[in-house]
């Protein structure tokens, strides 16, 4: 395991409202990456990060934003929740870009938007 | 936008078969390949990952890469009902991409007792 935690581990919440989701990692992992997981779906990258404040999009960004200002600590912000944003949330981190380098994944967030 | 595919299953075979599971991919640059176990209410794990031609054995697990054909597979030789998850495989990106993975839909196996 590379030392990764998220929290909360369960949400629920209300539409409309702003929800944090918090990845911590201790492993000094240069990128850390946001997915969600839905049936029919797979696994689908919402935002990366490949160092302290250098963020950027993934495929499904839309309505979820990022920061990162500690090499150990990724936050998932939705803005505004909806009901689409249903869903399990994975952290994941890798050491580096190189042929060999192997992404491990923290718990998940499940997260219900009523 | 790069694709990967995964045979869709469910699958299911007895205890002691061998499991064969197949992925194709879109992305010709790509150069490495890994296969990820993720049992229901669970992260995904890593069980092999793989770049160069051919075969790599790693104990009852068997990955086979062919990038002419674009094409992965993981062989699950004695399978066990322990084995019974969700199996992912995922894609490194190439050129500016490679710091990114790219996941199939996954296949879920079933081995009975």
């Known amino acids: 395991d590379a030392g990764i935690t998220q929290s909360p581990r369960h949400k629920v919440t209300e539409t409309g409202t702003p929800v944090t989701l918090r990845c911590h990692q201790t492993?000094?992992?240069?990128?850390m990456y946001w997915y969600r997981q839905d049936p029919g779906h797979g696994l689908r990258l919402i935002h990366y990060?490949?160092?302290?404040?250098?963020?950027d999009k993934g495929e499904v960004s839309d309505g979820y934003s990022v920061s990162r200002s500690k090499t150990e600590d990724f936050l998932l912000t939705l803005e505004s929740a909806t009901s689409s944003q249903t869903s399990v949330y994975f952290c994941?981190?890798?050491?580096?870009?190189?042929?060999?380098?192997?992404?491990?994944f923290g718990p998940g967030t499940r997260l219900t938007v009523l | 936008q790069k694709e990967v595919e995964q045979n869709s299953g469910p699958l299911s075979v007895p205890e002691g078969a061998i499991a064969s599971l197949n992925c194709t991919y879109s992305?010709?640059?790509?150069?490495?390949f890994f296969w990820y176990r993720q049992y229901s209410g669970k992260s995904p794990e890593l069980i092999m990952f793989?770049?160069?031609?051919g075969d790599k054995e790693d104990g009852r697990f068997t990955a086979q890469l062919n990038k002419a054909s674009q094409y992965v597979s993981l062989l699950i030789r004695d399978s066990q009902p322990s084995d019974s998850a969700t199996y992912l495989c995922?894609?490194?990106?190439?050129?500016?991409?490679?710091?990114?993975?790219?996941f199939g839909k996954g296949t879920l196996l079933t081995v009975n007792p």
């Open positions: 992305d010709r640059g790509s150069q490495s």
């Open positions: 995922a894609v490194r990106g190439s050129g500016g991409s490679n710091y990114k993975l790219t």
């Open positions: 994941a981190t890798t050491s580096g870009g190189t042929l060999m380098d192997t992404q491990y």
């Open positions: 990060s490949y160092g302290v404040k250098d963020t």
């Open positions: 793989i770049y160069s031609n």
């Open positions: 492993e000094n992992h240069r990128y």
